[in-house]
């Protein structure tokens, strides 16, 4: 049996009278790519926003590598070592490139008191982690954020989460409005996290991109899990589609 990294225990989530979440369950293990999965509205990304500090939950416990904690913002999450590129990306685009993948842990240079950010180290960091995502158009890490495409943008996230070299990469949506080439970006850096010690969280509407990577699927449906062991290499597309729907498979 492999070992917690993270354990989510009894989560609950109401908006008003909208239930986002009704007690989930969901652990991801050391070293693994776990896929989120789920029609709209099932509750992926709320239960990744509790993971990550952007959303409380009404109630329930997280545990990490067996121990109980408290995610009260985004800053808890990151010094447990959570990283998470949100479906709604939260890059300041009037900053550039570089500043963007430091945000709130920029470098600094200079003695105490006078000190000032490294903008040198930054765009130096900044232009070999755009390299290793894959982004091969030579474009300067000086470049304001509104200058990018979408799928640029989510480069720059990832590329955030692969420097800090986050315990957990949680990615909602990553390969959403990605080219071909792009996406093939996105899932070979995981893999590549993946070997090299992370555990991801995966949640991607193109199953197909989702069984390309993942060790292991959950499924949420209306708020609940409805499951969590499904093993991508002996299921079928299909069969995961009517787990996701809750339509029985006919004839
Ligand atoms: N800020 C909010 N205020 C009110 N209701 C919300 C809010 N965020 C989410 N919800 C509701 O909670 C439920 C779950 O939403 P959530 O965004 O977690 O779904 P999702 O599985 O990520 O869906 P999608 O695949 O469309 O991204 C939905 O019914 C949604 O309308
Ligand atoms: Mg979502």
Do not use: C, W
């Amino acid at each position: 049996m492999a070992a917690d990294l993270v354990r989510m225990v009894g989560i609950a989530k109401s908006y008003g009278p909208v239930t986002a979440l009704a007690g989930v369950d969901f652990a991801v293990y050391e070293n693994e790519i776990v896929g989120l999965l789920g029609d709209n509205g099932a509750g992926k990304s709320t239960l990744i926003k509790i993971l990550s500090g952007t959303v409380s939950a009404t109630s329930g416990e997280i545990y990490m590598r067996g121990k109980k904690v408290l995610i009260r913002n985004t800053t808890d999450a990151i010094n447990l070592g959570i990283e998470t590129i949100h479906q709604d990306s939260a890059l300041v685009t009037q900053l550039s490139i570089a500043r963007n993948l430091f945000l709130g842990r920029e470098p600094l240079i200079g003695p105490p008191i006078f000190n000032r950010m490294d903008q040198r180290t930054m765009n130096e960091v900044a232009g070999t982690l755009l390299k290793r995502i894959g982004i091969t158009k030579d474009i300067p890490a000086t470049t304001p954020v509104s200058y990018l495409s979408g799928g640029e943008r989510q480069a720059v996230s990832i590329a955030r989460a692969l420097h800090f070299d986050s315990d957990l990469i949680v990615l909602d949506e990553p390969t959403n409005n990605l080219g071909v080439e792009e996406t093939q970006g996105v899932l070979r850096f995981m893999r590549g996290a993946r070997d090299s010690g992370h555990s991801l969280i995966f949640i991607a509407h193109n199953i197909h991109h989702v069984f390309q990577v993942v060790d292991r699927i959950v499924v949420l449906r209306r708020g609940k899990v409805v499951a969590d062991d499904v093993d991508p290499k002996s299921t079928t597309i299909e069969a995961v589609e009517r787990i996701i729907t809750g339509v029985p498979a006919t004839g």
